[in-house]
């Protein structure tokens, strides 16, 4: 039948079809598949599959012959042209060639309206995914949305002979927006064009230079320190011989992929999202490599040797291959990260097959050493994923070259990389920034930082002592970020605040303490605030005989465990204050627009939403049974648990109690919530004796959320003592209170007991509730022994009970017993507030004078434009300045421009002072932006004369009348501290 006569019926048979992929597992070739008989063949094949155990064979006679693809689904996924419709399929190839496949795809009218060039180039599986958006016209302009009909593939040029197999083919409704450029569609997915996507980078990578030539010849140091990096490493990749449970692990899997011997057949090998039942993933690949490596170079297994052997071969023909995509490749370092060490003892193995150079070449590629060809790029972001999980295996690579000389280069490269990537990065993108945070996804994540930086360690753990170690620039940053989630953590947890999608027990892993004790050693002397750290976060660790000899070592040189970090820091790329007293955290969080609060997946954190609205959490209780000889600090031990954790109830958080099915994410897939307001982080005053945090909250409008929700809020941390107090309360929605929670402990025993205005309580379930109107204050005594002091006219609940709720992930019922203190607004509240003092290791003097109703603080005003307090121990006010203010009443402040925190400190003639205005100012952008944080200028008026002690080169002042006005320029949300001398 002619090709346009195919066209011209299939217009009939478009009203309904299924979208699936095209199965070539029959026993006749589909209807919707011609070529000319005169020019080609077309047979069911089981050589090669990459699905089932059949493919469709093409075998061509003529130069440019054609195979006509009339499938329904061609023409039935344009509708979803703006979603990535288009087509995926894999395609085996025998024999390489220097022309391409051209597709094409026409309309009813037989005109060509997409096309795309596939590049042959190879031998094996290739991925061929393409959305119609991403094709090219044939004048080579933009795609738009077309009738398209029929796909044409068009055998390559000057080669009148050939044949290929074709799998796993389908027609589209959405290409996966990570399809992945490669040698055969360099440009298949244009929505990669940026640095931001490093999965997908592979291929641009490859075509880098090296821009550091191989040297003539190494010096005897040279060769000295680029041995010791190549022996150490080495000898870290061995591992252990197999145990009992591996091997029967091996056998399951030489079961699963049932390779043939000449490696060209078995399971097919897919990206983990996109499995078949019968498929394999990348982690499978790697288990199999790893084990069977093990048994051969460790047991001396001749068929573990045999099986790693099919295994690469399998490995090369499945597409895991040099300049192969594989269709897509996202997060393929989290499960391949044992292979380059397998691959790497088994060198001599493969040599012996003639493997190794095409092995080398192919896993190299795989480890993306080839960005490192060239300086780091700044702008590329989500570093910590590379850091995690492809340092290592790009170290491995760079000791593959040739000859000492090549290995030196590529090592030398290496190292600038890795140098360049500790730099302070720009904006919301991946890396470390100024004020220490460290971002992935947009936002500080320590649970992916913290598993970057211990893959650093890792890498420090080769390097040092040689010329390939950090630089100073590069460790004084990476020194900073350590430092900064050691204060952000106790002992190891850093709490819910900054948990991301995990919101419970998120902890410096062992790998991460580890990297404390690699990083201190990177100077010719010992960083002794780096090892003490390492020393201290060790309690409760398990010990591995790495940190014996550490220990040891650190101990020989005279250093001791740090004491615990003391005061406030801020962090306020996070939105986050920590507060340091004795041995307790106390994390301040709020969000903003710029500052996500809570990352919501799928299958992750579902009730997530409430993480950073102003959340007080305070850790600081040990465990109650020894751990590894210690009793350390924990989340847990503080009293924070999920089985029937109320997710509406994070302590410390402003917000609308709604029902779970409510609060749910209204989005099936991931979010990173912001919200309207730019006013949300802390400050601090003579580096951390005191500080404070402040917040403007709101809601977008969207479902589910409630965009009249309001709220001002302050926290202001003075020695034990934390107030925090809140004005402009306000919800024009009618039907869910709105409630301040104090905290929400969970009961280890029903009769443990809280106390209320010295009153015992072991009495369950218990309800106590304050009216507004009572004129009692409260003294309250929560499960872990911190003090909170509520003054009258607010109305208070406390109670003990059991809570039911819900699992984070699959959402499944949970059940536990919490203590529960928290004020409630009532529904529908109108510029409501409230006030309350946390006392943190209380003294019997300060619990006497509350008894009293003596609290050490005047709350000077507390309303929709200010909150102000005086702490009248430490004589120092904070401001919390929401609106334009002036005002006559306060002794020191005439005026001030909004959203700004300051503290003052009045002494003799002296007035020690900070000024912080917290918004990073990045402007308006969707998931992440390299744009830097811009400054902005604020300016305040104090009442009567003053000058810098020092002079400050973000602050400029001038006398006004019986006044001086300040002026600051703010960036970064770091605050700027000053002392200024009264002039009489």
């Given at each position: 039948?002619?090709?346009?006569?195919?066209?011209?019926?299939?217009?009939?048979?478009?009203?309904?079809?299924?979208?699936?992929?095209?199965?070539?597992?029959?026993?006749?070739?589909?209807?919707?598949?011609?070529?000319?008989?005169?020019?080609?063949?077309?047979?069911?094949?089981?050589?090669?599959?990459?699905?089932?155990?059949?493919?469709?064979?093409?075998?061509?006679?003529?130069?440019?012959?054609?195979?006509?693809?009339?499938?329904?689904?061609?023409?039935?996924?344009?509708?979803?042209?703006?979603?990535?419709?288009?087509?995926?399929?894999?395609?085996?190839?025998?024999?390489?060639?220097?022309?391409?496949?051209?597709?094409?795809?026409?309309?009813?009218?037989?005109?060509?309206?997409?096309?795309?060039?596939?590049?042959?180039?190879?031998?094996?599986?290739?991925?061929?995914?393409?959305?119609?958006?991403?094709?090219?016209?044939?004048?080579?302009?933009?795609?738009?949305?077309?009738?398209?009909?029929?796909?044409?593939?068009?055998?390559?040029?000057?080669?009148?002979?050939?044949?290929?197999?074709?799998?796993?083919?389908?027609?589209?409704?959405?290409?996966?927006?990570?399809?992945?450029?490669?040698?055969?569609?360099?440009?298949?997915?244009?929505?990669?064009?940026?640095?931001?996507?490093?999965?997908?980078?592979?291929?641009?990578?490859?075509?880098?230079?090296?821009?550091?030539?191989?040297?003539?010849?190494?010096?005897?140091?040279?060769?000295?320190?680029?041995?010791?990096?190549?022996?150490?490493?080495?000898?870290?990749?061995?591992?252990?011989?197999?145990?009992?449970?591996?091997?029967?692990?091996?056998?399951?899997?030489?079961?699963?992929?049932?390779?043939?011997?000449?490696?060209?057949?078995?399971?097919?090998?897919?990206?983990?999202?996109?499995?078949?039942?019968?498929?394999?993933?990348?982690?499978?690949?790697?288990?199999?490599?790893?084990?069977?490596?093990?048994?051969?170079?460790?047991?001396?297994?001749?068929?573990?040797?045999?099986?790693?052997?099919?295994?690469?071969?399998?490995?090369?023909?499945?597409?895991?291959?040099?300049?192969?995509?594989?269709?897509?490749?996202?997060?393929?370092?989290?499960?391949?990260?044992?292979?380059?060490?397998?691959?790497?003892?088994?060198?001599?193995?493969?040599?012996?097959?003639?493997?190794?150079?095409?092995?080398?070449?192919?896993?190299?590629?795989?480890?993306?050493?080839?960005?490192?060809?060239?300086?780091?790029?700044?702008l590329r972001d989500e570093i910590t994923d590379s850091w995690n999980t492809l340092i290592i295996p790009r170290l491995i690579c760079a000791l593959w070259g040739d000859n000492e000389n090549e290995r030196f280069r590529d090592l030398k490269e290496l190292s600038r990389w890795v140098n360049g990537s500790m730099r302070f990065s720009p904006g919301t993108i991946g890396g470390i920034k100024i004020d220490g945070t460290a971002f992935h996804h947009g936002g500080h994540y320590p649970a992916y930082s913290i598993p970057g930086l211990a893959y650093v360690g890792r890498y420090l753990k080769s390097v040092n002592n040689t010329l390939f170690t950090l630089d100073?620039?590069?460790?004084?940053?990476?020194?900073?970020?350590?430092?900064?989630?050691?204060?952000?953590?106790?002992?190891?947890?850093?709490?819910?605040?900054?948990?991301?999608?995990?919101?419970?027990?998120?902890?410096?892993?062992?790998?991460?303490?580890?990297?404390?004790?690699?990083?201190?050693?990177?100077?010719?002397?010992?960083?002794?605030?780096?090892?003490?750290?390492?020393?201290?976060?060790?309690?409760?660790?398990?010990?591995?005989?790495?940190?014996?000899?550490?220990?040891?070592?650190?101990?020989?040189?005279?250093?001791?465990?740090?004491?615990?970090?003391?005061?406030?820091?801020?962090?306020?790329?996070?939105?986050?204050?920590?507060?340091?007293?004795?041995?307790?955290?106390?994390?301040?969080?709020?969000?903003?627009?710029?500052?996500?609060?809570?990352?919501?997946?799928?299958?992750?954190?579902?009730?997530?939403?409430?993480?950073?609205?102003?959340?007080?959490?305070?850790?600081?209780?040990?465990?109650?049974?020894?751990?590894?000889?210690?009793?350390?600090?924990?989340?847990?031990?503080?009293?924070?648990?999920?089985?029937?954790?109320?997710?509406?109830?994070?302590?410390?958080?402003?917000?609308?109690?709604?029902?779970?099915?409510?609060?749910?994410?209204?989005?099936?897939?991931?979010?990173?919530?912001?919200?309207?307001?730019?006013?949300?982080?802390?400050?601090?005053?003579?580096?951390?004796?005191?500080?404070?945090?402040?917040?403007?909250?709101?809601?977008?409008?969207?479902?589910?959320?409630?965009?009249?929700?309001?709220?001002?809020?302050?926290?202001?941390?003075?020695?034990?003592?934390?107030?925090?107090?809140?004005?402009?309360?306000?919800?024009?929605?009618?039907?869910?209170?709105?409630?301040?929670?104090?905290?929400?402990?969970?009961?280890?025993?029903?009769?443990?007991?809280?106390?209320?205005?010295?009153?015992?309580?072991?009495?369950?379930?218990?309800?106590?509730?304050?009216?507004?109107?009572?004129?009692?204050?409260?003294?309250?005594?929560?499960?872990?022994?911190?003090?909170?002091?509520?003054?009258?006219?607010?109305?208070?609940?406390?109670?003990?009970?059991?809570?039911?709720?819900?699992?984070?992930?699959?959402?499944?019922?949970?059940?536990?017993?919490?203590?529960?203190?928290?004020?409630?607004?009532?529904?529908?509240?109108?510029?409501?507030?409230?006030?309350?003092?946390?006392?943190?290791?209380?003294?019997?003097?300060?619990?006497?004078?509350?008894?009293?109703?003596?609290?050490?603080?005047?709350?000077?005003?507390?309303?929709?434009?200010?909150?102000?307090?005086?702490?009248?121990?430490?004589?120092?006010?904070?401001?919390?300045?929401?609106?334009?203010?002036?005002?006559?009443?306060?002794?020191?402040?005439?005026r001030s421009d909004k959203e700004i925190m300051i503290m003052l400190q009045p002494a003799a003639n002296q007035l020690n002072m900070s000024i912080c205005h917290p918004d990073l100012n990045l402007g308006e952008y969707t998931y992440t932006t390299p744009k830097e944080s811009q400054p902005v200028t604020k300016e305040i008026t104090l009442k009567g004369h003053y000058s810098l002690d020092n002079p400050v080169d973000s602050i400029s002042l001038r006398i006004s009348g019986d006044n001086t006005v300040i002026t600051g320029i703010c960036r970064h949300g770091i605050p700027i501290e000053l002392r200024l001398h009264k002039i009489d």
């Open positions: 039948m002619k090709k346009h006569q195919l066209i011209s019926l299939l217009i009939v048979f478009t009203g309904a079809f299924a979208l699936s992929a095209q199965s070539f597992e029959g026993n006749a070739i589909p209807s919707t598949i011609v070529v000319d008989d005169n020019t080609s063949k077309l047979s069911l094949s089981r050589d090669y599959f990459k699905d089932g155990a059949q493919s469709l064979q093409w075998n061509w006679r003529a130069e440019k012959a054609s195979l006509l693809f009339t499938d329904a689904e061609i023409h039935g996924v344009v509708d979803s042209f703006d979603q990535r419709s288009g087509v995926k399929l894999w395609i085996y190839n025998e024999t390489p060639h220097s022309y391409p496949l051209v597709f094409q795809f026409r309309d009813t009218n037989n005109t060509i309206q997409y096309t795309f060039d596939f590049n042959m180039n190879f031998t094996g599986w290739r991925a061929g995914w393409i959305a119609y958006s991403d094709m090219w016209t044939p004048d080579g302009g933009k795609t738009s949305r077309q009738n398209v009909v029929s796909m044409e593939i068009i055998s390559p040029e000057n080669v009148p002979t050939g044949k290929l197999w074709i799998d796993r083919m389908e027609f589209t409704s959405s290409v996966d927006r990570q399809a992945i450029p490669d040698a055969q569609i360099p440009e298949n997915n244009r929505n990669l064009n940026r640095e931001i996507w490093h999965w997908g980078l592979l291929h641009k990578w490859e075509q880098q230079t090296h821009d550091i030539d191989i040297p003539a010849r190494l010096t005897p140091r040279e060769s000295k320190h680029l041995s010791l990096v190549y022996d150490q490493l080495k000898l870290s990749s061995k591992k252990r011989s197999l145990s009992d449970k591996e091997k029967k692990q091996l056998q399951q899997l030489i079961n699963r992929f049932a390779i043939s011997d000449d490696g060209k057949r078995g399971a097919p090998l897919m990206q983990k999202d996109n499995m078949l039942p019968g498929d394999v993933h990348f982690g499978h690949l790697d288990q199999l490599l790893d084990l069977s490596a093990r048994g051969w170079y460790m047991d001396g297994d001749k068929e573990a040797k045999h099986t790693f052997v099919k295994a690469i071969r399998y490995m090369l023909h499945q597409g895991f291959a040099y300049g192969s995509g594989m269709g897509t490749n996202h997060h393929y370092g989290y499960q391949v990260r044992d292979l380059f060490g397998a691959i790497w003892w088994m060198e001599d193995v493969l040599k012996e097959q003639g493997l190794w150079e095409e092995t080398r070449r192919a896993v190299t590629y795989w480890s993306g050493l080839q960005e490192a060809r060239q300086p780091f790029n700044n100073e620039e590069a460790f004084q940053v990476l020194k900073f970020a350590l430092l900064t989630i050691a204060r952000q953590s106790n002992l190891r947890d850093w709490g819910i605040g900054v948990s991301g999608r995990h919101p419970f027990n998120g902890s410096i892993n062992k790998n991460g303490i580890l990297t404390f004790a690699y990083a201190a050693m990177i100077p010719e002397k010992t960083d002794k605030e780096l090892a003490g750290e390492y020393l201290r976060l060790m309690e409760g660790a398990g010990r591995f005989s790495e940190d014996n000899i550490l220990i040891k070592q650190f101990e020989s040189e005279g250093i001791k465990p740090n004491p615990y970090p003391q005061g406030f820091y801020v962090y306020n790329y996070a939105s986050q204050g920590i507060y340091r007293y004795n041995k307790k955290m106390v994390s301040l969080k709020g969000f903003t627009r710029n500052v996500w609060g809570s990352e919501i997946y799928t299958r992750d954190n579902r009730f997530g939403r409430y993480q950073s609205y102003g959340s007080i959490q305070i850790i600081g209780t040990p465990s109650p049974e020894a751990v590894n000889g210690g009793f350390p600090i924990t989340e847990e031990a503080s009293r924070y648990r999920e089985q029937g954790w109320d997710w509406n109830r994070n302590p410390g958080t402003t917000s609308i109690h709604l029902p779970l099915e409510l609060l749910n994410s209204p989005l099936r897939g991931s979010d990173m919530l912001r919200q309207p307001e730019s006013f949300a982080g802390a400050s601090r005053l003579n580096g951390g004796e005191s500080g404070m945090f402040a917040m403007k909250l709101g809601e977008r409008d969207r479902e589910n959320f409630s965009p009249s929700f309001k709220a001002h809020k302050s926290v202001f941390t003075f020695g034990n003592r934390i107030i925090a107090l809140g004005s402009a309360i306000g919800n024009e929605k009618g039907e869910y209170p709105v409630e301040t929670t104090l905290f929400q402990q969970a009961l280890v025993e029903e009769k443990e007991e809280i106390t209320v205005n010295k009153k015992k309580i072991t009495e369950f379930p218990y309800r106590h509730t304050v009216e507004k109107n009572s004129g009692e204050n409260l003294l309250v005594k929560s499960l872990t022994g911190d003090y909170f002091y509520i003054p009258s006219g607010q109305s208070f609940v406390i109670e003990k009970k059991t809570q039911d709720s819900k699992e984070n992930k699959q959402m499944n019922p949970t059940q536990g017993k919490f203590a529960t203190a928290y004020i409630d607004h009532g529904v529908a509240p109108q510029n409501e507030t409230y006030e309350y003092m946390i006392l943190l290791d209380a003294t019997t003097s300060q619990l006497s004078q509350l008894n009293k109703g003596i609290t050490g603080y005047a709350v000077k005003r507390k309303d929709k434009t200010a909150h102000i307090v005086l702490d009248n121990e430490s004589n120092t006010v904070g401001y919390a300045i929401f609106e334009e203010l002036t005002t006559d009443a306060d002794e020191f402040l005439l």
